[in-house]
């Protein structure tokens, strides 16, 4: 594969972008003088090189695949480029009708058009105007969605931090760790993990600062508070509940509190591999958060963790090891004037009033609102100087 397998005919950036695969050059330069006027095309000369230029020339609203070509047909090259862009609508031309290529294509490839050779240059242009048009849809609706999902957590978690600054620290130093978690596993959409660590501390606006503070360190507790304890992800599940889109999100707040190898916990009682990744990954988030607050020593922290026996996934103990262990060599705490806090610095520890009153939870970042609610509260109470501010 060479560079000149890859052609691109430039054109105004705000034209539909469209990717066209075919082994044979005079149809792709034939593709192209068609399209020339309406559409910005790149032409690849087989699915490999499709399949780079998804990679390098991207991102396309629609991809135009020949179905017989060499070493790679359309219906695999659409299978493999609806995994690398599954925003970019396809469609598939072949030169015969055979109706079992067809159907792989629209069940493995799930293509917009299926479109015989010889095609009508008019027919052409008017379905890849058609998938351009379903593509500004979907990016559209997808845009849409994303930012009125982020808008609606964002309003809960601000909740969260002036009802509880408490438990919203915990649960930032929770999306930290669960992120680098994800991050050392490999995994892909580590946002469902991160949001499900964010929300899962909302039900702790309904525990008392007593409960709340045993629970954020793991002391003893009585029945009842156990049992409020254990109804957190179920009161988290029901604030969110009504927000579109978070399916995934919810099924890891469901069983976060499961044991790896067995408790009959949830409709299901999964456990082992079953248990969502998501869960399993915020259930060692949550039980190292509840023991490095007693400042023992990481080394420490993770044999205790491994004694617990079928507690937790062992790829994700391993993962903590290799991400905390190193990070716990290169974490300096140092002190700040409260004065002197910017945004981004995050505390190591509480930030306290003379009434022990905790506003701001250790692990916290801070940002401007919450910069300007220090200063707010310094001129009525008096805190404790100086904070403690993480570096790495």
Known sequence: MTVSDIVSTAGAPARPRVLLVDDDPIMLQSLARTLRHDFDTVSAASGVTGLAALN???????????????????????????????????????????????????????????????????????????????????????????????????????????????????????????????????????????????????????LSPETLDKMHHGLPMGASEAESIAALPQIADRLISHLPRLEAVRNILQFQQASFEGSEFGPSAQRGTALPMGARILRVAVDFDVLESTQLPFTVILETMRGRVGAYDPGVLAALSTCRGNAQERTQVSAVRLADVRVGMVFAYDVVAATGLV???????????????????WSMIQLREPARILHK
């Not at 892909?188 to 991160?194: L, M």
């Not at 692990?363 to 300007?372: F, N, P, V, Y």
Request: proline fraction near 4%; charged fraction near 20%; charge should be neutral.
């Open 56 to 206: 390098t020339a991207g991102p396309f609203a629609v991809i135009v695949s020949d179905m017989q070509m060499p070493e790679m047909n359309g219906a695999v090259f659409l299978k493999f480029a609806r995994t690398r862009a599954p925003d970019a609508v396809r469609i598939l031309l072949t030169g015969q009708a055979d109706v079992t290529a067809a159907i792989a294509a629209v069940n493995d490839g799930q293509i917009f058009r299926f479109l015989e050779k010889p095609c009508p240059s008019n027919e052409l242009a008017t379905a890849i105007g058609a998938a351009a048009e379903q593509h500004r849809l979907i990016t559209a609706e997808r845009v849409l969605l994303e930012e009125t999902l982020n808008g609606s957590v964002k309003v809960l978690t601000e909740v969260l931090a002036l009802a509880s600054p408490v438990a919203f620290g915990r649960a930032g130093r929770l999306k930290r760790t669960v992120g680098e978690l994800a991050d050392t596993l490999g995994l892909a959409d580590k946002w469902q993990i991160e949001m499900a660590a964010m929300l899962s501390q909302l039900g702790c606006i309904t």
């Open 359 to 377: 506003l701001i939870g250790r692990g916290q970042e801070a940002s401007e609102g919450l910069i300007q609610r220090i200063k707010n509260h």
